[in-house]
């Protein structure tokens, strides 16, 4: 039996029920600009932890925050 876990939708790893995991808190908005684009954010440090970006704009996961960032 392997350790990894199947890859989800936009190549996001799943928990061992299935359920989709969670980007961490304490990735960096600039690690996330590698993977979504420099326009990921924009106006926000590169340093600041995804947690930090989550509660200063009212999401409340990654995923919110990109489908409201398109808006």
Known sequence: M???SETGLDDRCR???GEIRRK???TLVGTLRDEY?????PGVRS????DTLL??????SLSDFLKNQNK
């Open 2 to 4: 392997s350790n990894q």
């Open 15 to 17: 928990d061992a029920d």
């Open 24 to 26: 961490r808190g304490d």
């Open 37 to 41: 684009g420099p326009n990921f954010a």
């Open 47 to 50: 340093d600041m932890r995804l």
């Open 55 to 60: 509660d200063r704009t009212g999401a409340a």
